[in-house]
């Protein structure tokens, strides 16, 4: 049976095996074929899709959405554009929230900073104080 370990696969996508067992539960990669001794096989292929699955990361997908991403890389026909839109549209208002989030945790961040060091006592600093009294971060 040609075909990939877990291990070889793990090198040729420069990650660790315990990751492709990962994305090979979480259904990021097509099952893999058995030995008789019940050691997994995986396509050429799989490479690529471990590559794609770290090029995704690295601009900020979700595992939930590389695994609907490879499920419009993998179908037959034509691209799924109607789907591809509303995804794509999602995301862009995931990321304006996050701009929002940071742009707020940069302003409290600035706070700090604004003043000289070794002079804001523990109780008065805006960062603290506000994660001791429950806030979130957004907002």
């Known amino acids: 049976m040609d075909g990939l370990s877990v291990s070889q696969l793990a090198k040729a996508a420069n990650v660790n095996a315990e990751t492709v067992k990962y994305y090979e539960r979480r259904e990021l990669l097509s099952k893999p074929e058995r030995t008789d001794a019940g050691y997994r096989v995986f396509s050429a292929a ?48 995931e990321i304006e929230a996050k701009i929002v989030q940071l742009e707020n945790f940069k302003s409290l961040l600035e706070q700090v900073t604004a003043l000289p060091p070794h002079t804001l006592p523990k109780q008065e600093c805006p960062v ?4 001791m009294k429950g806030d979130r971060a957004d907002g």
């Open 46 to 93: 799989a490479v690529d899709d471990m590559n794609f699955i770290k090029r995704a990361q690295d601009v900020g997908f979700t595992l939930n959405e590389i695994k609907q991403l490879l499920t419009f890389v993998r179908e037959e026909g034509d691209p799924p554009s109607k789907e591809m839109f509303a995804f794509a549209a999602t995301k862009i208002k």
């Open 128 to 131: 603290l104080k506000k994660l």
